[in-house]
């Protein structure tokens, strides 16, 4: 039964649904939501479940009563690979939610799974688009938001040369402006993003994955807690580390060729051919699976899995640091 769609200013709606395929979108809508519960009730429960963790059954015991009434907030990934069967008892719990509940469904958007879309539609759920950028246009509109965002001027040529710089990657993009208006005073020109991009990088989650990939441990750890202290968020940095560890990867199984060439195959601007290529050395395919797994770990620890967000930054940074140095050991 169709109810009153929730504002979508209203945090505590009982259903949030995302909608999209941008993973930073999805993110910050689940963060949101999880900030707004927590800022009611410090101790919210949060449970961060895959298809794989609801199997039918799984939604009933997460959603009964509790003994002490405790608010939780459930965030259902990919909702779209649901099974069946635990989409009908979704259906059905959204006809009569509980007041202590919130739950946050995260949906690719298309075909798949479209039932469960259109009934958590119905039941009035607060909506956020998180669509995919595509277009070099709607990137630089990002990157202005971001920087109006967190109150912050910047030119239009100093966008435009920010996502030159950096490509289509949103998280890194946000991860730049926020170094960006961390680190400089007053309105970011063209002259601030030329000096940050071309190797003066201090604080910034780049920092911390460069010096991480290229196995420079202490320089990397230090670059790491600079970072946090400027309040550089973790899941910007994870993100920095995994797009590091991956674009070597990425590089060590491409075909030899000029760096544009290579740029073209492997979506990565020239200039970051260049760099990876000497990021390279030392680097094994052991290395870099060692490596994808310590940032899985970490991406997990700074999305609510563990006690220590720093501590499983920490642990991953020095991973990736002793598997950059596999072949030189």
């Not at 999805?26 to 429960?45: G, I, K, W």
């Not at 039918?56 to 002490?68: I, Q, R």
């Not at 039941?123 to 709607?138: D, F, L, Y």
Request: glycine share 8%; aromatic share 4%; with cysteine.
């Amino acid at each position: 039964m169709a109810t009153k769609k929730s504002s979508p200013d209203d945090l505590l709606a009982p259903v949030t649904l995302a909608v999209g395929q941008e993973d930073l979108l999805l993110d910050r809508a689940v963060r949101e939501v999880v900030a707004a519960a927590r800022a009611a009730d410090a101790d919210t429960d949060v449970r961060d479940l895959s298809p794989e963790q609801l199997q039918p059954g799984a939604l009933a015991e997460l959603t009964s009563p509790s003994l002490f009434a405790e608010r939780k907030v459930l965030v259902m990934r990919n909702a779209q690979d649901l099974p069946a069967e635990t989409i009908k008892e979704i259906k059905a719990y959204l006809d009569a939610p509980a007041e202590e509940i919130i739950l946050v469904v995260l949906h690719a958007g298309g075909a798949k799974g479209k039932g469960l879309l259109d009934a958590v539609r119905k039941a009035g759920a607060r909506e956020v688009a998180c669509p995919k950028t595509t277009k070099p246009a709607e990137r630089l509109t990002f990157v202005r938001q971001e920087f109006r965002s967190l109150g912050r001027s910047a030119t239009p040529e100093a966008c435009q040369a920010l996502v030159d710089s950096i490509g289509s990657d949103l998280r890194e993009l946000a991860s730049a402006v926020a170094q960006l208006t961390a680190d400089v005073d007053g309105t970011i020109d063209e002259a601030v993003v030329g000096r940050y991009y071309t190797g003066r990088a201090e604080a910034s989650s780049f920092t911390v994955a460069d010096r991480a990939v290229e196995g420079r441990a202490a320089e990397a750890l230090e670059a790491l807690r600079w970072s946090l202290s400027t309040g550089v968020a973790p899941v910007l940095i994870t993100s920095a580390l995994a797009q590091g560890v991956r674009a070597i990867g990425k590089l060590s199984s491409a075909r030899g060729g000029r760096p544009a060439d290579l740029a073209r195959e492997l979506g990565m601007p020239p200039w970051k051919i260049d760099r990876v290529r000497q990021q390279m050395r030392g680097w094994t395919p052991d290395g870099v699976s060692a490596a994808l797994r310590a940032v899985a770990e970490a991406d997990a620890g700074v999305k609510g899995g563990g006690d220590d967000p720093e501590y499983a930054l920490e642990k991953a940074v020095v991973t990736i640091a002793r598997a950059a140095r596999m072949r030189r050991g």
